[in-house]
């Protein structure tokens, strides 16, 4: 027999356990795959362009590399490491690419064309040519205990730490460590 209308007593559904337990795993699985792409992605694949030529031959203008920012929570730049920085802590600058030269405690000083560093000549990880202005490197520069001197490649057409615009860069301003070249595909791989 059939009954219309209204039907204050329904009947209870089973619910399928093995269904249940295999969703709940999928997130579980889901949300771990998610939560390390973006460790990932935060930490050792921040993605930026390089602007200008500063940094010829090393890097070019336009080039797209990879910053790992989680390297400098852990350690600390040292000479010849390849940084990503904000100017003087300007979130609205674009990032600025540059070789470390001096560290904290540090003395560096620009002199006939050649960096030095503790008075003694730099060992440069790449040839560069000699500096023909030294702006505010002409006299001993002495760092302090969180600030770097940096300096780009291509000295000759660089805004660096000899300008007072950019000075001596501190390590809270530093985003990260330069590490991967991702575009153009023919220059693809690490940095040295």
Do not use: C
Not at 44 to 71: A, H, Y
Not at 165 to 192: C, D, H, M, Q, R
Request: aromatic share 12%; glycine share 6%.
């Amino acid at each position: 027999m059939r009954r219309n209308g209204l039907h204050f007593r329904e009947e209870k559904k089973k619910v399928n356990i093995p269904i249940v337990k295999e969703v709940i795993t999928w997130i579980v699985e889901i949300a771990i795959v998610l939560a390390i792409a973006f460790v990932f992605v935060y930490y050792i694949g921040l993605r930026t362009s390089v602007v200008g030529p500063s940094m010829t031959p090393t890097l070019e203008n336009k080039q797209e590399i990879l910053v790992n920012r989680f390297i400098y929570s852990v350690s600390n730049p040292k000479p010849n490491d390849i940084v990503v920085f904000l100017p003087n802590g300007n979130e609205k600058a674009h990032y600025y690419v540059k070789r470390i030269i001096g560290v904290p405690g540090d003395t560096v000083q620009i002199k006939d064309g050649a960096v030095y560093v503790n008075g003694e000549l730099f060992d440069e990880a790449v040839e560069t040519a000699a500096i023909l202005d030294a702006e505010l490197a002409a006299e001993e520069i002495t760092l302090e205990e969180d600030e770097y001197f940096v300096l780009g490649d291509n000295r000759n057409n660089s805004e660096d730490s000899r300008y007072a615009n950019i000075g001596n860069v501190k390590k809270e301003y530093i985003i990260g460590k330069a590490w991967f070249v991702v575009s153009p595909y023919s220059e693809f791989g690490f940095l040295e």
